[in-house]
């Protein structure tokens, strides 16, 4: 059969650009070419489309904009499903089996890109619109979870302007406690906040990735995460744990581990991690989630499980948290991603 034509997004007008060009470059190389061929799909910084054709490897060099790249967009006509390259001799028109957006953050992983393809009618790998922009957002994200039976965080929402409240809701959560900006991801815009001194700068930066920030009390314990794959049935990969030598998983640690380390499978007992496991499914159907995503939880010393958040599209490289859960459980790289893309289009529940 002729292998099937798959888009992959990759780049991005966010913070996260980089990571996902890291992302994208294991993605690809690891597509079993028999079965997909990849329609690279470049986005730059500044938000523009291009259809791009050069090597792989210029990819995670942050080199692929060049002579290789010709704007594209998608169609929007459900009839065509298909990629438009707007080259100068005309317009070409790609047909596209399925999109696999390889993006981090905002303008990606919030619902924003997922809506192109689903308007589209073109099968996507990954969460749809309503999850991805659910998870993104943390508030709502825990409402729900809360709804579910799962324990969260305290936290408080607050918008710009708002100085005196957020001095206030900082005084009623005590401290420490962390200030996020309500939608970003890897940890973008996050200061845990030890003392009432260091509050007003967390906030400014906060707001500096968001128009909402979110102020939620410090969780004892320790960070466990699940990798969750499937539609109705699911399938789980060995959890995970964060081991930190002080502060918490900031974006440095999460792409360095200086100080930190990750431990594969979590050092818990069996029973504990079978309800947790039975939690991050429990989680992944509350927010309506399907295709994939990377659960995030801790666990406090006396076993109680509180939710964190949920990343739909986590970190994808070949030393990410997320295929290297699926691969303690037995499934290598390149099964991971091929079970992925067969999730999108061969009609898997």
């Not at 490897?57 to 967009?73: K, L, N, S």
């Not at 502060?247 to 594969?264: Q, R």
């Not at 699926?326 to 499934?331: D, R, S």
Request: aromatic share 8%; net charge negative.
């Amino acid at each position: 059969m002729k292998p099937l034509n798959i888009a992959v997004l990759f780049g991005g007008c966010s913070p996260e650009y980089g990571v996902s060009l890291e992302s994208a470059h294991a993605v690809i190389t690891h597509m079993d070419r028999s079965k997909y061929h990849p329609i690279l799909i470049g986005i730059s910084p500044a938000g523009r489309w291009f259809c791009y054709t050069g090597g792989v490897e210029r990819i995670r060099q942050d080199a692929w904009q060049g002579a290789d790249c010709v704007p594209a967009a998608v169609s929007p006509d459900r009839e065509e499903k298909c990629l438009l390259v707007l080259r100068r001799e005309g317009v070409e028109k790609v047909h596209l089996d399925a999109a696999f957006p390889v993006l981090h953050g905002c303008n990606g992983e919030d619902g924003t890109v997922q809506g192109v393809f689903e308007l589209a009618g073109i099968p996507l790998v990954g969460c749809g619109v309503l999850a991805s922009a659910l998870c993104m957002d943390k508030a709502r994200a825990h409402r729900l979870v809360q709804d579910a039976g799962v324990a969260v965080p305290v936290s408080v929402v607050l918008e710009r302007g708002t100085a005196a409240e957020a001095h206030a809701a900082a005084e009623a959560l005590g401290g420490p406690l962390f200030v996020k900006p309500l939608r970003a991801g890897s940890s973008c815009g996050i200061t845990r906040v030890e003392g009432r001194e260091q509050l007003d700068a967390a906030i400014a930066l906060a707001f500096q990735y968001d128009s909402q920030i979110i102020l939620e009390e410090a969780i004892s314990g320790f960070e466990v995460g699940c990798a969750v794959m499937g539609n109705s049935f699911l399938t789980v990969g060995e959890l995970d744990e964060i081991e930190l030598s002080g502060g918490f998983f900031s974006f440095k640690e999460k792409y360095t581990l200086e100080t930190s380390a990750i431990h594969v499978p979590a050092r818990i007992s069996p029973e504990k991690s079978e309800e947790m496991k039975e939690t991050a499914r429990r989680i992944y159907r509350a927010l309506g989630c399907r295709g994939f995503a990377r659960v995030d939880m801790f666990l406090e010393p006396g076993g109680r499980i509180v939710f964190s958040e949920v990343n739909t599209i986590p970190g994808f490289t070949a030393h990410s948290r997320y295929p290297s859960m699926m691969q303690a459980a037995g499934m290598s790289f390149g099964q991971t991603v091929s079970a992925l893309i067969e999730l999108a289009v061969g009609g898997r529940p």
